[in-house]
């Protein structure tokens, strides 16, 4: 890959027919930038913190957030933005080396699943690469499902139906994070959340983000760390009936109706309890903290997430 990043110019990708494009916001007053990572968290960032857009194309993401006169120019940004085809390619609006503002509003949790406990210095504009994919979100949008639709479930136990991410978009993901992980090699997979996952619910505890629910993460962190064992804790716990086996093979009483698709008080309090158990934030929101911790949970008892959690979605 080429090293020479100029203006608006590209970077072409010798293996794959894609090119990174620059569309880089300015550091200036005025602008959803700020200069360099916090000196507290040793003037780098922590992790990296995935979204979807809600759009069809890139280039409607670009003239909302890229550039100098960005549509929500002061509002809001992203290091990248990740089309859907290799004819799009992907954007850069920040570099790695400054800060975009694509995470913070009622965050709750820390890069890593810890309470954010009202530290500021923590919300993820201050301490994750955001990277934005172009995409129509879920179902419950306005947009009716599709056959191939992924089957997901939020943080507060809602169904729901996620388009996928093309086959395209997957490998320029990875691509996105192979550059962020030579700049930053010190980011572990386990570096790396959804939106979703730090900001679940608003001040009022309703549900607030759910992208990226249903990101391919396994096969998109395999491919960013190829030498590394990246276990696939999201697959097996994607959906309502899913995360209720789960917890019926630790062994929690969901009652009589056990995994019936219905996330109500029983399953709550069974997450909760587990939360305590593991030391994980005790907000009853299932998020890829929890799955990480459940499926360890599973391996450790000697069981199988897949086949524990099989059966109808």
Known sequence: M?????????VHVASLPFQFRNFLIPVADGQAVSRGWLSRHGNKPLGVTWHWAVTRRLSVLRAVI????AERKGEASAHYGVGRTFDEGVDRY????????HAGVNQSLRWNGKPLAGDADFKGTRTTIGIETSHIGAAIDGVAAEADWIHTATPLGKP???QPWTTEQIAMCIEVGREI???????????????????????????Y???VCGFPFAKVLRGIYPDAVVPDVWTPLETVRQRQRALIALNFNLGASGADGDWG????????????????AQNGLWSTFVSRAVYRELK?????????????L
């Open 265 to 280: 008080s029983k399953s709550r309090t069974a997450l909760l309890l587990f939360q305590r158990q593991q030391n994980l």
């Open 300 to 312: 450790q008892a000697g069981r199988d997430p897949v086949a524990v959690t099989a059966g109808p």
């Open 160 to 162: 729901l139906r996620v």
């Open 66 to 69: 890229g550039g100098a006169n």
């Open 181 to 207: 992980v030579r700049r930053w090699p010190h980011i572990r997979p386990e570096d790396h959340h959804g939106h979703h996952d730090i900001c679940p619910v608003d001040a009022q505890g309703r549900a």
């Open 2 to 10: 080429s090293d020479t990043i100029a203006g608006t110019g590209s």
């Open 94 to 101: 920040v570099t790695l080396e400054n800060r975009s503002w």
């Open 209 to 211: 983000k759910i992208d």
